[in-house]
């Protein structure tokens, strides 16, 4: 079947997509957007976290045909105009990159997290990054790193 | 495989009608696992979430009810229906991941029918019927004639779940579940309590415990009594420990569980006993710190 | 030409010196944060086919027959292939014994073992032809624990064996015994006044990398392959696949993608000979990705063990001997038991002086899935078992655990059980107390003003507790890892160093086979560059096979025996560019020839610090280029019977504190805080010293209360491939890690510097056990400990088997 949606703000295109495939599959394999993450493909680590429709969901999960029409944006789409996003270079900054596998959808639930809630606790965090496994870092930067950019936010920085 | 797509929830019916062996998907956190695993090739996936009314919920005519879409999402619940339903949202708010939360609703429970599925002890516990509707027409199936077995329910094949209505809270409701892990874990057992002081009763629901999720019904006739025999209801006693206890062992013992690799049968009695008893006292303080005065003057809390 | 994921020469600057010592940032950072960077999974080619293997479905069986004839004959499909059509004698490989088929022949001895693969245009039609491949199986008894392995009748895993080991073990399903015997335990056992015994049983642990198995092999017009892939060592791999593939391994080109974590489970080779298989015989690119379920099967796991201990001390707490066995269960091959059994028996009573012991470790053959490196090594297991026995001594001598500990720690100068004398700083007590001093952290924190807070209590999200049940506990473990490859191996790496001005810059180029995966080598790398060399821009270039080799990414050794061979090439491209120097400004200035010169800040300057010439005058247009191997100081093997020998090359502590609190009704744990002291020599680079201390105490954490594959005894099978039942601690499940990082300099290593990697993963468990036990009063003696063990509910509950 035929496939459209945007993609960061691009609309895409796909053809020849077998029904079973999923966005997180479409993203990486047709439309060469492998920034989503494949570590699970069951919803139970959100390395495939995008934004549809606005709302953080793992990719995985999504049938391609269910995306048809929508908006998706991937960590590829955090960045503006070539900047880093403020997230991203907080996980930069932080040292809560290692092997980077869980990054993109740590990234795209934070940078949503920072949106709803500018102001987190470090339970609200933790809350928030429930549902992203890491498996380098014991998450400690990674909080460093959301705390970073939450301060950064609110200088206006 | 065809995806089916329909624009409208007459076309899904139409579809389903044609088609009755197709899957229906909306959050997709059952079905793309099991095609992701390779656990499962459906000839149709049929998909609701083009359905906005699937989406939205409101009162059901005579005001006692939420009438919830199949495809709310979890976090919708656990955010917007938290005075409503307490117990659902409280069991939301334990489902997998935000990212889960976010996409997955009540249907996909209802319709997979897991006994691990998150939302059943909390509808069970608050009184629900599933609106079942297929080109035939609608019925509802009440939530306790709504499991049939193992991942089986009472639904024809033709037929979608609409909604699900639940009797909306007129006490203090209660969810716990039990996991191995602190968060985005399926449940080795889960607890429902609903008190009703307007029926003066009290429900339960137990999850993971028995091949279908069920009620404590033993567990509720004992307390039921206890509670209406001592007057606790007008009184606002504490709950005496020995009631507590007696209830947390009518649960436990309403579970028949299995031994699995997540957890053991005798320790889902257990738990489930434990959290019987917890949820009792949680719902009984909130009970008396708020809801007593409301009730004597015959009002919702 | 149509292909995707490339890897590239990353090159970064630095504002600030960037040297050793700075916490400079990751020079993949803004690809890894941007989604460009591109791992093995993300690698795609025009025309590029899709790999499929079909896995047992039961562990041990004949096989016999497999019909391929339905599935090649499915639209789609390119080639698939049995272990009848592998091109060459050699079919079989191994880390270090060559006893795991490429694909099953006429037998499988595991769940999961691979007997065909598929190459097909897309992944579902690989999928569906892999399922139409009939294999009939004859089921044959399994060998799933130690008394199953050696009974009488026995089915034997490898028949005629012909490895180095076999003739020194007492039953061919055992892989390796080593002991280790000094003093007379017999004797040290009459001046104990206390005894203790215990038995304990650590479980299979997954290293559950986040990046699952994959990568794309390209067939080349020169008949070779070119294969990107994510492994810990490209020359092991190359060793391995060579041979298989009837090629030369300079036709096999391998080059590292992106690599999504290993932590061991990438030593042993997973799809890599397949996906070069597929790709020669359609002479089509093909890329094999596994899914979580198929990697649960596609790697070997941490070896599950029983441990057997005796400890005895005298009622002033000195310990008299210990007597221990240690029983790993390898699974159906080798991979690298040999040397897991080497380090359980070496590190086996942990950092204590003990003069009196008997130590025996063996390694199994059994149908259970194949066990090899997993971070920890053999330690961990150990560790989790004589922590146990300490804390079991100290409370039956009424003295305080941690001083217990420091009465018989082990210091710089102390003989091993395997009569190594320890020559560099070995701060055992110093690491106990400054782990014991740290201020506890607050009581009850989950009240908040606005009443509970149950993402702080036990259970979390779940609701499970109000407060009700909930008792704190407090734990105490220390660790001893070795650092690097031992018994005589030839650990050495390889490092090509490259200066030259590019840009009218001067600029250091380092290439090396050194597999990144996480751990910040590449980082490193440059900080070393930029010291040695006094440049700023360090270019990185991606790790392949046309550069010598550079040993395993394991062992905690990569800083020291990499970072070590970059240092030494620097050393000599340094050298010549001084030469250089001295050839053309020699004359000028007799600082050249009189004073110690060193390059800094792109200049040579000397020792008292004037600046003699720009590094860009000097070089010109001359480019400076070395390629050096650089070994550590050799070990020595295990003497067989005895276990004497200089086994080790540098060993590594840890110490934790654990605080948890256990709902003691419910069993549910949350750990409160873990708190961690490691030497590290010298930190090369703070920030991800740091990060690998947190993460190494992390996976300890997961396996203390949650993480198990769990196989059926009956049938041997695995109960729990996917990450919905195979739990890893997410980040409410994490406490805040408080790390204190000590600098004792061992002047054996490079910079001084300490492997550090492994050294958390060891203690952090028996720390959490310890803190369980002292909330809960119970025994737990074996990890993951689980809810029904706290409960006593179950089966396998009341102190927990």
């Known amino acids: ?157 | 495989m065809d995806f089916l797509r329909p624009a409208t929830w007459e076309e899904a019916l139409a579809a389903k009608a044609e088609h009755p062996s197709a899957v229906p998907i909306a959050g997709g956190t059952d079905v793309m696992v099991e095609i992701n695993f390779d656990h499962r090739r459906p000839e149709y996936l049929l998909d609701l979430t083009r359905i906005g009314d699937l989406q939205t919920w409101d009162t059901v005519p005579g005001g006692d009810a939420v009438r919830l879409g199949a495809s709310v999402p979890y976090t919708r619940i656990m955010e917007n229906l938290r005075g409503e339903l307490p117990g659902l949202a409280l069991a939301a708010h334990t489902v997998a991941s935000p990212q889960i939360r976010n996409r997955g609703g009540v249907g996909g429970n209802l319709g997979t029918a897991s006994p691990a599925g998150d939302a059943h002890p909390a509808l069970l516990a608050a009184g629900a019927e599933v609106e079942a509707e297929s080109v035939r027409g609608t019925r509802l199936i009440p939530i306790d004639d709504f499991y049939t077995g193992v991942k089986r329910n009472a639904l024809a094949p033709d037929e979608l779940i609409r909604a699900v209505r639940v009797q909306k809270a007129d006490g203090p409701q209660q969810f716990s579940k039990v996991g191995t892990r602190n968060a985005m874990v399926i449940a080795v057992c889960a607890f429902g309590l609903a008190l009703h002081p307007e029926t003066r009763t009290v429900r339960t629901g137990i999850g993971s415990a028995a091949p279908t999720p069920i009620r404590a019904r033993t567990a509720e006739e004992f307390l039921n009594a206890a509670l209406e025999g001592g007057g606790f209801w007008d009184n606002g006693k504490i709950i005496t420990p020995s009631v507590a206890k007696r209830f947390a062992e009518l649960s436990a013992a309403a579970c028949n569980p299995i031994d699995d690799v997540r957890g053991t049968a005798d320790y889902r009695r257990h738990a489930v006993g434990v959290m019987a008893r917890r949820t009792l006292m949680w719902t009984w303080e909130a009970y008396r710190a708020t809801g007593r005065d409301a009730h004597r003057k015959g009002e919702v809390a | 030409m149509g292909t995707t994921g490339l890897p590239a020469g990353i090159t970064q600057g630095s504002r600030t010196k960037g040297g050793i010592g700075e916490s400079t940032l990751r020079p993949d950072g803004t690809l890894k944060v941007t989604g460009e960077f591109a791992y093995s999974s993300d690698m795609w080619h025009e025309d590029m086919l899709w790999g499929q293997i079909l896995r047992s479905p039961v562990a041990h069986a004949e096989i016999v027959s497999i019909d391929t004839a339905e599935a090649l004959a499915t639209p789609g499909v390119h080639a698939v292939l049995t272990y009848d059509d592998l091109p060459t004698e050699v079919r079989h490989y191994g880390l270090e014994i060559q006893d795991t088929p490429v694909l099953a022949h006429g037998r499988v001895r595991h769940h999961g073992e691979p007997v065909a693969v598929v190459a097909a245009d897309h992944p579902e039609t690989a999928r569906r032809a892999a399922a139409k491949i009939r294999v009939e199986y004859r089921e044959l008894p399994v060998v799933t624990d130690e008394a199953s392995a050696v009974a009488p009748d026995a089915p034997v895993l490898h028949e005629n064996r012909g490895d180095s080991h076999a003739p020194h073990v007492p039953h061919p399903n055992i892989v390796h015994r080593q002991p280790i015997v000094r003093g007379n335990v017999t004797e040290a056992r009459r001046r104990a006044d206390v005894i203790v015994e215990g038995e304990y049983t650590f479980g299979m642990q997954d290293q559950a990398f986040l990046g699952p198995e994959s990568g794309l092999a390209v067939p080349a017009e020169d008949g070779g392959v070119d294969l990107y892939i994510a492994t810990q060592w490209l020359h092991a791999d190359l060793r391995q696949i060579a041979p298989v593939l009837g090629l030369p391994e300079d036709k096999v080109r391998m080059t590292l993608a992106g690599v999504g974590g290993a932590f061991g489970g990438r030593e042993d080779l997973s799809m890599q000979i397949h996906a070069c298989l597929l790709a020669l015989r359609t002479g089509r690119p093909v890329k094999i990705v596994y899914n979580r379920f198929e990697s649960f099967f596609g790697h070997v796991h941490r070896h599950p063990a029983k441990l057997y201990y005796e400890h005895g001390a005298t009622s002033d707490g000195r310990l008299t001997h210990v007597k221990c066995r240690i029983v790993l269960d390898g699974g159906a091959y080798a991979s690298s038991s040999p040397a897991v059994v080497g380090n359980a028996a070496s590190l086996g009573i942990g950092p204590y002086v003990v003069d009196d012991v008997d130590i025996e470790a063996i390694a199994l053959y059994t149908n259970n899935p194949p066990c090899g490196a997993m971070r920890g090594f053999g330690a961990v297991q150990a560790c989790f078992a004589y922590e146990a026995q300490m804390d079991k001594l100290a409370a039956r001598l009424g003295l305080d655990p941690v001083e217990f500990r420091q009465r018989n720690a082990m210091a710089q100068g102390a003989v091993m059980p395997t009569g190594q004398v320890v020559d560099s700083p070995a701060p055992v007590a110093e690491l106990l107390r400054r782990v014991k001093a740290r201020p506890m952290p607050p009581e009850r924190q989950w009240e908040t003003t606005e009443g509970v807070d149950v993402r702080q209590l036990p259970g979390g999200l779940s609701n499970t507790t109000h407060g009700e049940g909930v008792v704190r506990g407090v734990g105490y473990a220390v660790g001893i890892k070795n650092v690097g490859f031992s018994e005589g191996f030839d650990d050495y790496s390889t490092a090509r160093v490259r200066m030259e001005v590019v840009g009218g810059e001067p600029v250091a180029t380092v290439h090396t086979a050194m597999a990144e995966v996480g751990q910040g080598g590449v980082t490193v790398h440059a900080q070393i560059a930029r010291t040695e060399l006094g440049v700023t821009q360090v270019t990185i270039q991606p790790a392949d096979t046309r550069v010598g080799s550079a040993g395993s990414t394991s062992a905690s050794r990569q800083t020291y025996v990499t970072g070590g061979a970059v240092k030494h090439a620097c050393e000599l491209v340094r050298e010549r560019v001084l030469e250089i120097g001295r050839r053309r400004f020699g004359p000028y200035h007799p600082a050249w020839a009189t004073a110690e010169l060193l390059l800094e800040s792109g200049k040579v300057v000397t020792d008292g610090g004037e600046v003699l010439a720009d590094l860009v005058d000097v070089l010109e247009d001359e480019a400076v280029e070395v390629e050096r191997e650089w070994r550590h100081r050799p070990t020595e093997p295990f003497d067989l019977r005895t276990g004497q020998g200089f086994g080790h090359v540098q060993y590594s502590f840890a110490a934790h504190r654990a605080v948890v609190e256990v709902d003691t009704e419910l069993g549910l744990v949350k750990v409160i805080e873990l708190a961690c002291a490691q030497d590290v020599g010298k930190a090369l680079n703070p920030l991800s010293v740091v990060g690998q201390i947190q993460g190494g105490s992390t996976q300890g954490l997961g396996v203390a209360v949650m993480e198990e594959i769990v196989v059926d005894p009956v049938t041997a099978k695995v109960k729990n491939p996917s990450f919905t039942d195979y739990l890893i601690p997410t980040i409410l499940d994490t406490p805040t890690i408080p790390v204190d990082v000590l600098e004792l300099a061992d002047t054996h290593a490079p910079y001084g510097l300490r492997g550090v990697g492994e050294a958390p993963t060891l203690s952090s468990t028996p720390a959490v056990l310890a803190a369980i036990r002292a909330a809960t009063g119970l025994e737990l003696n074996r990890t993951p400990v689980r809810p029904e063990h706290l409960t006593g509910a179950g089966p396998a509950g009341s102190s927990g088997g």
């Open chain 1, 1 to 157: 079947m035929r496939v459209r949606f945007t993609v960061n703000g691009r609309p895409q295109e796909a053809d020849d997509v077998w029904e079973g495939e999923s966005l997180l599959y479409v993203l990486r394999e047709r439309l060469g957007l492998p920034g989503s993450k494949n570590a699970c493909e069951q919803g139970e680590c959100g390395s495939c976290t995008v934004r549809l429709d606005g709302v953080p969901v793992c990719s995985c999960l999504v049938a391609a045909g269910q995306a048809e029409g929508r908006e998706v944006v991937t960590v590829e789409g955090l960045g503006e105009g070539g900047e880093l996003a403020p997230v991203q270079q907080a996980f930069i900054d932080a040292g809560a990159v290692q092997c980077g596998f869980c990054t993109p959808g740590l990234l795209v639930a934070a940078d949503d997290m920072l949106q709803r809630n500018p102001n987190p606790t470090d339970e609200d965090i933790r809350e928030a990054l429930s549902g992203n496994l890491c498996r380098c870092t014991g998450y400690e930067k990674i909080m460093d790193a959301v705390r970073l950019a939450a301060a950064r936010q609110s200088e206006g920085v």
